[in-house]
């Protein structure tokens, strides 16, 4: 059943929107997604002032991560320039892009900064074809690396070893395409934390044995990976 949208004040006056969505649930429970929405999860039985009151206690937490994602939407949606002081994101971490000009362009990575040296400094097109090539491959190494840790869980259950694509996805961090042995990865997961990019390749794995989002399905998850659900929650905060 869809969510009903609920308003309240913080205690500095600023409004608070949030979708209030009832579910057989313990504990009220309250997320934010990277897109600034914020969403609250309670019993039936819990009145709407005690909701209200919840969310007002976490009014400071809420606003700052609401302006947090706001201001990486804003970071992130401005076209690179391929300069020094730019960040790009790998396994979680921002890596600061160093250009200098040398007589042969090459790029690497200490794990803190990116180096990229071109002959061209002002060469936007150069530079970009480089930083590109270098993603792609990073997303080749640490996707591939994932894999192989987990295949052989899913091995046992008689799933032959999928042929990994990476490719720009413009909705989805992954998919599976079962009939014909596919798994692709979105290029964009490899900004995410090593552990969310787990969560996305077991949860394409598990679809070689339930190829639906069956309650069967997240029974078999969970077996395989108990903490997915924080793993999607931190992979939900990803700034993209």
Same mark, same amino acid.
């Given at each position: 059943? %869809?969510?009903?949208?609920?308003?309240?004040?913080?205690?500095? +006056?600023?409004?608070? @929107? *949030?979708?209030?969505?009832?579910?057989?649930?313990?504990?009220?429970?309250l997320?934010?997604?990277? &897109?600034?929405?914020?969403?609250?999860?309670?019993?039936r039985? #819990?009145?709407?002032?005690?909701?209200?009151?919840?969310?007002?206690?976490k009014?400071?937490?809420?606003?700052?991560?609401? +302006?947090?994602?706001?201001?990486?939407?804003?970071?992130?949606?401005? %076209?690179?320039?391929? @300069?020094?002081g730019?960040?790009?994101?790998?396994?979680?971490?921002?890596?600061?892009?160093?250009?200098?000009?040398?007589?042969? &362009?090459a790029?690497?990575?200490?794990? @803190?900064?990116? $180096?990229?040296?071109?002959?061209?400094?002002? /060469?936007?097109?150069a530079?970009?074809?480089?930083?590109?090539? *270098?993603?792609?491959?990073?997303?080749?190494?640490?996707?591939?690396?994932?894999?192989?840790g987990?295949?052989?869980?899913v091995?046992?259950?008689?799933v032959?070893?999928? @042929?990994?694509?990476?490719?720009?996805l413009?909705?989805?961090?992954?998919?599976?395409? $079962?009939q014909?042995?596919? #798994?692709?990865?979105?290029?964009?997961?490899?900004?995410? %934390?090593?552990?969310?990019?787990?969560?996305?390749?077991l949860h394409?794995?598990?679809?070689f044995?339930?190829?639906?989002h069956?309650?069967? $399905?997240?029974? $078999?998850?969970?077996?395989?990976?108990p /903490?997915?659900?924080?793993?999607?929650?931190?992979?939900?905060?990803? %700034?993209?």
């Amino acid at each position: 059943m %869809p969510g009903t949208m609920e308003r309240v004040l913080a205690p500095d +006056g600023r409004e608070i @929107v *949030f979708c209030l969505e009832r579910k057989p649930v313990k504990n009220l429970n309250l997320r934010i997604r990277r &897109d600034g929405r914020v969403f609250v999860s309670a019993d039936r039985a #819990v009145p709407r002032e005690e909701i209200a009151r919840f969310v007002q206690d976490k009014a400071k937490q809420v606003l700052a991560a609401i +302006g947090k994602f706001a201001e990486a939407a804003r970071v992130n949606s401005r %076209p690179k320039k391929y @300069v020094s002081g730019e960040t790009f994101f790998i396994q979680g971490r921002g890596l600061r892009l160093k250009v200098s000009r040398a007589e042969k &362009d090459a790029i690497a990575t200490d794990g @803190v900064y990116i $180096f990229l040296s071109v002959k061209n400094p002002g /060469d936007f097109g150069a530079k970009s074809r480089i930083v590109r090539r *270098f993603l792609d491959r990073q997303c080749t190494t640490v996707f591939g690396e994932v894999m192989d840790g987990l295949y052989p869980v899913v091995r046992k259950y008689g799933v032959e070893r999928p @042929v990994l694509k990476i490719r720009s996805l413009k909705t989805r961090w992954g998919s599976c395409l $079962f009939q014909k042995g596919v #798994v692709t990865l979105n290029r964009r997961l490899l900004a995410a %934390p090593r552990c969310c990019i787990e969560y996305v390749v077991l949860h394409e794995l598990c679809h070689f044995i339930h190829p639906n989002h069956s309650p069967k $399905f997240y029974a $078999f998850l969970s077996a395989l990976m108990p /903490d997915w659900k924080a793993r999607k929650r931190l992979l939900e905060q990803i %700034p993209t």
